[in-house]
């Protein structure tokens, strides 16, 4: 009987340590909720951009960027909103330093102001006011216990430097190097964690592609493939120059922010769709991770579809190529893999109506109809639906494309559905992505080792203004104090970092991380 009833227990007990034990189909095996908790080192935290938050457009010696500008020209923006003061972060960020602590996040993730630190980067002149701000800010973190993670250029670049040729212009290449030098100089003893760009996709395509975004220009068929090019030396550079100069002093760890749906076949038992689905893939996060997790050059698939849209004579293509020495160069150059993810496509070779429909260029190059299922819940955004298993997704497409390198989700969150605090949507949300990512790490052994919510407060959402508001805490954008208040999301999030993920409420792990109440 004893035996009976200790062989009952330990099947129990095996078949929670090893869920998959009994099945064969793990994603069938877990498609409801999954209890873990996730390894200690496991890092959550909660992000910010300059621009979103820091108002002080013009203050204390800052020049003006590109987004300034795109939204004080007026019509770019909803309701003709401008970032000039926001959040007041460049005012008020002891007050951001408060409710990071109320969370209890390990890290903090947020970005320098380039025409803050070097107003003209032409000159290449250092504004110790910027600085300033930055080394309070980030000292008070570590005072707080909190890592801060850095990244270099989260969209807003000097209007100076636009105006000088833009990524068009290659010398841009040695003043981002000078400008990541002086944030490594400043801040390396402090930062472990950088990111180079954030979203060069964005950067490239929704700015100088389809010209929704800052500084409006619209080439889609030429500048994405030209700038992306340029900002992957730019990247590689200071990859370098943290690697040979700073690394050895300051030990941290230095990547590159890449957003990418989940692209999943529209109908998996089709071929044609699961390689329309790879391609999309490759086209969009392949773009600039094959280069860098790769081989130092763009994905095959790619440099092919480039080129036979490219239509020419003489076998050129739009796509740019790198020398060799500059693919040894390009090669390498991380030390993680930094992911924004909110969302999924699903995907389908492209009929001629679609191709008629997009953009000649890369959309139109990738030959791929991108969809989304009617039945997925919308946001209030047009590109997020909630499809929680994307995140499972395309965690497990890193672990195979990119050798398992560990990856930071440093972005993944949803607008308000509601605009109140009791904001159960993102509740629902947050939970069932980290859900996903919980099953990602521990039943697919991918390699994750941090989770950020985009974003702790309510901020300027780029072209939608403050219309569009992700925070786990509310802002009062009409109140000169903009005062952070909790949303509902707030608390539970906090519950979620207490407890490191969600354990079982049956087998409660040996050592106490959970919360006492
Ligand atoms: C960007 C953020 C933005 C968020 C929500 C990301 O693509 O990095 O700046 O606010 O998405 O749309």
């Known amino acids: 009987m004893l035996r009976l009833k200790m062989l009952i227990l330990l099947s129990i007990v095996v078949s929670s340590v090893f869920p998959c034990a009994a099945s064969d189909d793990k994603r069938n095996f877990t498609e409801g909720f999954y209890f873990g908790v996730m390894p200690e080192n496991f890092t959550w935290g909660v992000s910010t951009a300059a621009f979103q938050i820091e108002g002080a457009w013009n203050e204390d010696g800052k020049s003006e960027s590109i987004w300034d500008r795109f939204s004080h020209e007026g019509g770019h923006i909803a309701l003709n909103q401008t970032a000039d003061v926001s959040c007041d972060s460049y005012h008020k960020w002891r007050d951001d330093i408060t409710i990071l602590k109320e969370l209890g996040v390990k890290h903090y993730r947020f970005s320098l102001s380039w025409s803050r630190i070097v107003p003209d980067p032409t000159t290449g002149e250092v504004n110790q006011a910027g600085v300033n701000f930055y080394l309070n800010l980030i000292t008070a973190l570590k005072e707080a216990g909190i890592e801060p993670m850095v990244t270099l250029f989260h969209w807003d670049l000097p209007q100076i430097l636009e105006d000088n040729g833009s990524w068009g212009n290659e010398t841009i290449i040695q003043q981002y190097k000078h400008y990541a030098d002086v944030a490594f100089s400043h801040f390396g003893y402090w930062v472990k964690y950088w990111l180079t760009f954030n979203e060069p996709w964005v950067v490239t395509w929704s700015g100088y592609g389809i010209g929704e975004y800052a500084p409006g220009i619209k080439q889609p068929a030429t500048l994405p493939y030209l700038y992306a090019h340029t900002i ?8 370098h120059l943290y690697d ?7 030990n941290g760890m230095v990547s590159i922010t890449l957003n990418t749906d989940f692209f ?10 699961v390689e329309a689905a790879e391609r999309a893939a490759q086209f969009s996060v392949g773009w600039f991770a094959h280069p860098i997790y ?6 095959q698939v790619m440099k092919d579809y480039v080129q036979r849209n490219t239509n020419s004579t003489d076998g050129s293509s739009r796509l740019p190529k790198f020398t060799d020495s500059e693919k040894l160069f390009i090669k390498g150059t991380f030390d993680y893999f930094g992911l924004n993810h909110y969302s999924t496509s699903l995907c389908e070779p492209a009929d001629a109506a679609y191709q008629a429909s997009v953009p000649k260029g890369y959309l139109g190059d990738m030959e791929v109809k991108l969809t989304r299922d009617p039945k997925w819940q919308k946001s209030s955004s047009s590109y997020l639906y909630y499809v929680p298993w994307g995140m499972r997704g395309i965690l497990n497409f890193i672990r195979t494309n990119y050798n398992n390198t560990p990856v930071i989700v440093t972005e993944n969150g949803v607008t308000d ?33 941090g989770y950020t919510v985009w974003s702790i407060m309510d901020n300027f959402e780029w072209t939608s203004g403050y219309t569009q508001k992700f925070g786990l805490y509310y802002v009062d954008f009409d109140n000169p104090q903009r005062p952070r208040v909790a949303k509902q999301s707030g608390t ?8 490191h993920g969600f354990p079982d409420p049956m087998f409660p792990p040996k050592d106490d991380l959970r919360r006492t109440t």
């Open 264 to 273: 999943a076949p529209k109908n998996s038992s089709k071929p044609e769709d």
């Open 492 to 499: 539970w999030y906090k519950g979620v970092i207490a407890d």
């Open 294 to 299: 790769v081989d130092g050059d763009y994905p």
């Open 232 to 239: 992957i030396k730019c990247h590689a550079q200071a990859w």
């Open 417 to 449: 559905r509601n605009g109140t605090l009791l904001d159960f949507f993102r509740i629902q949300y947050i939970r069932a992505y980290i859900n996903e990512l919980t099953k990602a790490a521990l039943i697919d052994n991918c390699n994750v080792i």
């Open 244 to 250: 040979t100069t700073y690394r050895p002093r300051f």
